[in-house]
């Protein structure tokens, strides 16, 4: 998937921020005309460039046709690129479109960004094991994809900036950025209800569920309530995180009862269970109705295309960075910024088999 390039705007500001933290202005700004001849760029550009500086705090305007003034504190920031740790989900995530361009994004702002070895899953999504390992990193931020709310907790309380990427972050005092996928699911639940599904099941990831299911996972229920339809486990199963383990989920829940709709979280985990089914000879939307939580780029090159909730990735990519400027320039960003998704119609719905 291609990055977001940044604006001329923003990469001027990017390179005058690190002037000024080199101290090679020390009080004052060089006059817009400096600039221009020197970086050879228009004066708009300039203008913008010094408007973002302004907004991250880093210089303030002294009025029109008069010289921006450097924040006097600028000392007490760092003199580098502040270095910004990415904690994924699981080993699986770092591939992930958003985790690669959030990355490509930070690097070419100028900021000493990489994932950590270590993922959220294979740390247990243990507090205390996040704590001991995130200790040993050195770190001047963190990204936390698709933490529980007992990990993010834990971040909110440190000194160290943090952001939720994702996540159960609702309820927490810490910056954050996630998709609004809730009224998607309602309205795919309604569709699906008046095709006639009665038996449909969700996959999502088993720390979703346990000790209890997250909103997403509660409006999912919710919903099929309000259109009259019992629920239990059934519908969120729980399974290991493994191949053998989605596969034997997928096994269990089509030997006695099968599920005619099947709602699967992430792109990887439909791949493999539609795969699985139709080597069983159950197609899609032949026998059972199929449909992702997130979008993938591969769905593009399928004959039969499937339906999945696509949400702008670039929207997400751009809040991470605004705020890992605002972290560099020592402005506290506690800002949460949610964004819309939509139903993408594919071939995989149909009316339950009759």
């Known amino acids: 998937m291609p990055l977001n390039l ?12 690190e002037e000024i ?3 090679r202005w020390k009080e004052y700004m060089p006059g817009v005309a400096h600039l221009q001849s020197e970086l050879g760029v228009n004066h708009v550009t300039i203008n913008a460039a ?16 008069r010289r921006r003034k450097i ?3 600028v000392k ?7 270095r910004i740790r990415i904690l994924p989900y699981d080993p699986e995530s770092r591939n992930e479109p958003y985790n690669l361009s959030i990355l490509g994004e930070l690097n070419q702002a100028g900021f000493e960004s990489s994932l950590t070895r270590k993922s959220l899953r294979e740390l247990g999504m243990n507090p205390a094991r996040i704590a001991k390992y995130v200790r040993g990193v050195e770190a001047d931020a963190w990204i936390v994809s698709s933490g529980s709310p007992e990990v993010l907790e834990w971040f909110a309380g440190q000194s160290t900036p943090a952001m939720a990427l994702f996540g159960a972050s609702s309820k927490i005092q810490i910056a954050g950025t996630s998709v609004r996928k809730s009224p998607v699911m309602s309205q795919l639940v309604h569709d699906l209800v008046e095709l006639g599904h009665h038996l449909i099941v969700m996959l999502t ?17 919710q919903v099929m309530k309000e259109c009259g339809v019992a629920t239990s486990r059934f519908n969120l199963p729980i399974w290991e995180p493994s191949r053998e383990g989605l596969l034997g989920c997928i096994d269990s829940l089509f030997q006695h009862t099968p599920p005619t709709a099947l709602i699967v979280e992430e792109p990887q985990h439909l791949i493999a269970a539609q795969q699985h089914l139709a080597s069983k000879g159950i197609l899609a939307p032949k026998h059972v109705s199929l449909i992702c939580g997130d979008p993938d780029p591969s769905f593009a090159w399928c004959k039969h295309p499937v339906t999945h909730i696509r949400w702008d990735i670039k929207k997400i990519v751009n809040r991470v960075v605004r705020w890992a400027r605002n972290v560099s320039v020592g402005k506290e960003d506690m800002r949460k910024s949610y964004f819309n998704s939509e139903l993408v119609e594919g071939n995989t719905i149909g009316p339950p088999a009759s």
Not at 6 to 17: E, F, G, T, Y
Not at 50 to 65: A, D, M
Not at 76 to 82: A, Y
Request: hydrophobic share 35%; aromatic share 6%.
């Open 6 to 17: 940044l604006s001329r705007a923003d990469q001027v500001a990017i390179h005058l921020r």
């Open 50 to 65: 010094l408007h973002i500086l302004e907004q991250q705090g880093l210089i303030q305007s002294q009025g029109r046709r």
């Open 71 to 73: 924040v006097s504190d």
């Open 76 to 82: 007490g920031l760092p003199n580098r690129s502040i």
């Open 21 to 23: 933290l080199s101290r």
């Open 205 to 221: 990831n088993r720390e979703r569920l346990e000790p209890e299911p997250w909103l997403y996972e509660r409006n999912f229920l």
